[in-house]
């Protein structure tokens, strides 16, 4: 993709989403790595529904280090994989008691080392956070990289580093939203509705 079709993808998805953020229900940063944990491979409607009853039965990270791991199997029950996700919850819980004081760590070094957080849920961490400029790499996102012709990444980690590469990083966070909202409302995976798409005129893949 040119630099001037680059220009008009990020001021188009602009246009149509003004208010770019997690569709995650959070309100700490307990909960928002909670919530992306549990998101992975999952809807975030899907993560809305449980986390509610998850966040008032364990409030804090010492509070679902010490749960009883067949009651969170029972809360998180709908997500997928909830029973490795259950006990992957409990052992975060932990780790942030022991080794990092009930917080939630800053680097990308330190959040992989909790588990169950991988590279992407680390990414989303970190920008949703603040703490550093990250452009994690989502179904969505790696569908529309490659539609686009942003990317021909054959993985994630691919992708992620094409698209770090081709927009300035003040960008990333808000374009990495913007991206999941277009995927998740136009261009999906089995009928992208390319007719009514805004970017058309710009995507390869349109005709």
């Not at 928002?32 to 529904?49: E, G, H, R």
């Not at 749960?67 to 992957?88: C, F, G, M």
């Amino acid at each position: 993709m040119t630099p001037k079709k680059k220009k008009i993808l990020i001021q188009t998805l602009a246009d149509l989403y003004p208010d770019p953020r997690s569709e995650l229900d959070f309100k700490n940063e307990y909960q928002l790595l909670i919530a992306v944990m549990l998101s992975a491979q999952c809807t975030d409607k899907k993560v809305n529904q449980v986390t509610p009853e998850l966040f008032k039965s364990y409030p804090t990270f010492k509070a679902l280090s010490q749960a009883k791991l067949s009651d969170v199997e029972q809360i998180i029950r709908p997500i997928n994989y909830y029973k490795t996700k259950s006990k992957h919850l409990i052992a975060t819980g932990k780790d942030a008691v022991e080794r990092f004081k009930s917080h939630v760590p800053d680097t990308h070094k330190e959040l992989t080392s909790l588990p169950g957080v991988g590279n992407k849920t680390a990414n989303v961490i970190l920008s949703e956070k603040g703490v550093v400029p990250a452009f994690p790499v989502d179904t969505h996102i790696f569908r529309l990289a490659h539609r686009l012709g942003l990317s021909t990444g054959k993985t994630p980690d691919a992708v992620e580093k094409d698209m770090r590469q081709a927009f300035p990083s003040y960008e990333w966070r808000n374009l990495h939203h913007r991206l999941i909202f277009h995927g998740r409302r136009v261009c999906s995976a089995r009928s992208p509705q390319c007719g009514g798409c805004a970017l058309r005129h710009i995507c390869p893949s349109a005709e």
